[in-house]
């Protein structure tokens, strides 16, 4: 299960800079949240 943590905090970090000026942020945490 630490891996999927790990996982998932590399691809908010790198699809940070890219959603920025969206709400992607929000979106990604919720999207992986529920999954």
Do not use: H
């Amino acid at each position: 299960m630490v891996m999927m943590q790990i996982m998932k905090s590399l691809l908010l970090l790198l699809l940070d800079p890219v959603l920025r000026g969206k709400r992607g942020r929000l979106v990604m945490a919720v999207e992986l949240n529920q999954r």
